[in-house]
């Protein structure tokens, strides 16, 4: 069964440094999405992707955030300058067409230090 | 946007007991309503779905229903086993063919089935 794929699966980094999560949608899937989750907390928002352009931003996706479909199969995130709150599990997934279920990947795990 | 609330956000029921976990949402564009089980560390799992033309839909012991008047909607667990154990989360989309919209996410609710 197709999967959504992430890696890494967990990125230490220092304040301050740029990373790049990567993410393997599901091949015919249209629809792109990252999410992040604090420890402990609910699944939020970040980001949603369709048609080679963003679809939807949240509060949360500021400036240091970008997003890009380099290719036919890949999906980064990037955090320009990384702080400490952003530390948390992200979250790649995807989705085909119509009211279908989206597919999460396993996560990456980021820790700002 | 979208806001959706959930309750309780932790419920401990015997082995056997059902469970019964509710949101509501605000915003009547969504039309997709998931609910996903989360293990410690682990990606959310979708466990059951429900659209807005469908107001209850059943997966042996896992059933949702959905007031789209009332917006809200539930899930229902029955002859809970302690493998059911872990945090459960509702979500709200409005899916759109022209948007890949996005999902909101209730609070969580962490569920404990005693042996």
């Known amino acids: 069964e197709p999967e959504v794929t992430q890696t890494p699966s967990h990125q230490v980094t220092q304040m301050g440094q740029e990373v790049i999560l990567r993410c393997v949608p599901i091949s015919n899937h249209l629809y792109f999405y990252w999410y992040r989750q604090i420890l402990g907390q609910k699944v939020e928002f970040l980001v949603s992707?369709?048609?080679?352009?963003?679809?939807?931003k949240s509060e949360i996706f500021d400036d240091q955030f970008s997003v890009e479909r380099p290719d036919g199969s890949n999906f980064t995130l990037k955090i320009r300058s990384t702080k400490l709150e952003d530390s948390a599990m992200y979250f790649c997934?995807?989705?085909?067409?119509?009211?279908?279920?989206?597919?999460f990947g396993p996560g990456t795990r980021l820790t700002v230090l | 946007g979208e806001n959706v609330e959930q309750h309780p956000s932790t419920l401990s029921v015997q082995e056997g007991d059902s469970a019964v976990i509710k949101c509501t949402y605000s915003d009547s564009a969504s039309n997709y309503f998931p609910w996903y089980k989360q293990e410690l560390g682990k990606r959310p799992q979708l466990i059951i779905d429900i659209r807005s033309n469908v107001g209850e839909k059943k997966d042996q012991r896992i059933a949702v229903t959905l007031n789209k008047t009332a917006k809200h909607f539930s899930l229902h667990i029955t002859e809970t086993q302690p493998e059911d154990s872990a945090v459960y989360f509702c979500a709200a989309s409005p899916w759109l063919n022209t948007n890949a919209g996005k999902s909101t996410f209730g609070d969580g609710t962490t569920l404990t089935v005693k042996p």
């Open positions: 997934a995807s989705r085909g067409g119509g009211l279908n279920e989206q597919f």
């Open positions: 992707f369709y048609n080679n352009e963003i679809s939807e």
